[in-house]
């Protein structure tokens, strides 16, 4: 059977180009979302190229805890875990709708680290960048 793990990789990186184009047009929630996807689906990626048949997580940092990784993309995926379910849904906070709770700096800042994720990826697959 093929391994799906470069269709991981793919799909984090259209979803990385669709976080870019939703921060250009200021949606900051929604960018803070979508890089918590770019990152779990480049952490999928890499536990399928490992030889994983299937990753159920949503968690990035129970997916890198799986594989092992570094300190500073744990880090990483502690914050952007965080964006996982509050920027969707009103339930989260108190009053208010998600994206109210958003700023550019946390799009920014989520897009540098989806980009770290995909990066990581594609050193451990033998992807050029």
């Known amino acids: 059977m093929k ?6 990789l793919k799909q984090a990186g259209a979803d990385l180009a669709w976080a870019q184009s ?22 999928k990626a890499i536990a399928i190229a490992r030889g994983a048949a299937q990753v159920k997580s949503h968690s990035i940092v129970e997916i890198a805890a799986a594989l092992g990784l570094d300190e500073e993309l744990t880090r990483m995926a502690k914050r952007l875990d965080l964006y996982y379910i509050t920027t969707r849904y009103p339930d989260s ?10 700023e550019e700096d946390q799009a920014l800042e989520a897009v540098e680290f989806a980009d770290r994720f995909i990066q990581r990826a594609r050193k451990e697959m033998g992807i050029g960048a």
């Open 93 to 102: 906070f108190a009053s208010g709708a998600p994206y109210e709770y958003f």
């Open 3 to 8: 391994s799906r793990a470069g269709d991981w």
């Open 22 to 43: 939703s921060y250009e047009s200021g949606h900051w929630a929604q960018v803070c979302f979508i890089c918590q996807q770019v990152g779990e689906k480049a952490l």
